[in-house]
């Protein structure tokens, strides 16, 4: 039954790559916003003599949305015409950017930045499982990585862009222009063609009732290793997107441009990494085979965190966060693959969903961390501690891996051997 689901997946169709550019633009403009607002407001907290418990209540506002309304989001993405959620979200995002903008009291500010992150909340996994839905099996790993490329060339461009706009205007310019990029959300909502959600995407094996199948995360044990192993090292490491700001800035005396450019080069490594991966994930039709490397990437990753705490300049990071950056991207082309191949296509909303909650409720839990730990120790120290603290989770992850991958070949030599036994040996 798995194997049915995963063909049936993907468009039997020609491959809708006009569609792929509209949602690849749509993401990558609205991502350039969405790190443009974050790194324009972590600037300002800081520039203002804030401490890390301030930079980490406004990233745990920005994250909190996305982990607590999952349940309901990805139910909207799977039930819900994905023309009108894209629309619909993106005009209240843009308003909401707006009144950001004129913002002046913190609490008002951590509010909008909550609401602004429950627009995230619905557009992440309606993008997310529309991309699927758009091409053919063999055509997802190319979609993928072009989908992949334009979230983190927005995500490199934000940091950058907000860097020299605070510096030569403030704040205010930069969530003006953030509120801008969340129209692009709105024209790709009205111009692709693929849709899903409403009437239109209810499958054959759902017998015509409309209800989404009965997916449940805990049912496939790749996934539930895949998302538990990932969630495990993001909440170990996710410390340092804290620390950072004070790390480049007052350790390593760096100006708010050399911020935005230096911790862009993470991102720029993503984008290398997901062209460079996709073309390894064609080749891996074994998904044990897709978990495993993804964690050996993820370990990549956490030697990056610790290499880069011996750097005497904000430049030397530069090499070292775009290595890092590589293995994360092709970690990402991996995890995306797999939920794609794995779960039912009227059911990836709410995988999607879940996904993206299990990553930022980690995320969330080393905000909080990077907060309380600034306040007893210096930044050097604490990227140390992450770096070693990610490997250790690494390597505590490997065993769960290999059992999982381990009872998935097993079960397929299982099922092989039961579909083997009731063919006609006449045949």
């Not at 991102?267 to 085979?289: E, H, M, N």
Request: overall charge positive.
């Amino acid at each position: 039954m798995k194997d049915y689901l995963r063909n049936m997946s993907f468009t039997t169709g020609p491959s809708r790559w006009s569609d792929v550019w509209l949602a690849t633009a749509a993401r990558g403009i609205s991502s350039c916003g969405d790190f443009l607002a974050a790194s324009a407001l972590a600037l300002a907290l800081q520039s203002a003599g804030a401490g890390g418990l301030a930079v980490s209540g406004l990233l745990l506002a920005a994250a909190l949305p996305l982990v607590a309304l999952a349940p309901l989001t990805g139910r909207l993405a799977d039930r819900v015409d994905s023309r009108l959620l894209l629309t619909i979200t993106g005009l209240a995002q843009a308003a909401t950017c707006l009144a950001l903008a004129y913002a002046g009291h913190p609490v008002l500010v951590i509010a909008l930045v909550a609401l602004l992150a429950t627009g995230l909340a619905v557009t992440q996994p309606v993008l997310s499982a529309l991309v699927p839905a758009m091409v053919r099996a063999e055509d997802f790993p190319r979609a993928g990585a072009l989908n992949q490329t334009a979230g983190t060339l927005g995500a490199l461009a934000g940091p950058a862009l907000a860097g020299v706009l605070v510096g030569g205007f403030g704040t205010r310019v930069p969530l003006l222009v953030d509120a801008v990029s969340y129209l692009a959300l709105v024209a790709a909502g009205l111009l692709i063609r693929t849709r899903r959600g409403g009437r239109r995407s209810v499958p054959a094996s759902t017998g015509g009732t409309g209800l989404a199948p009965a997916w449940r995360l805990g049912r496939d044990p790749l996934l539930v290793v895949m998302v538990g192993s990932l969630a495990a090292v993001v909440a170990a490491v996710g410390a340092i997107n804290v620390i950072e700001v004070f790390f480049i800035r007052e350790t390593l005396h760096s100006s708010t441009t050399v911020y935005g450019l230096v911790t862009g080069s993470w991102t720029l490594g993503i984008v290398i990494g997901g062209w460079l991966f996709a073309r390894v994930a064609r080749r891996l039709t074994d998904d044990g085979a897709l978990l495993g490397a993804g964690l050996a990437l993820l370990g990549g990753c956490c030697l990056a965190v610790l290499a880069s705490a011996a750097v005497p300049s904000a430049w030397l990071l530069v090499p070292i966060w775009l290595a890092g950056g590589v293995g994360n991207g092709g970690d990402n082309v991996f995890n995306n693959l797999l939920l794609a191949r794995r779960v039912p296509e009227a059911a990836r909303g709410r995988a999607y969903a879940v996904f993206g909650a299990a990553v930022q409720g980690a995320g969330m839990a080393g905000y909080l961390a990077g907060g309380l730990l600034l306040a007893v120790a210096e930044p050097r120290p604490l990227f140390v501690g992450c770096g070693v603290v990610g490997l250790l989770v690494v390597a505590a992850a490997a065993a769960p891996v290999r059992r999982a991958v381990r009872a998935e070949r097993g079960g397929q030599v299982a099922a092989r051997g039961a579909e083997l036994a009731t063919q006609s040996p006449l045949r």
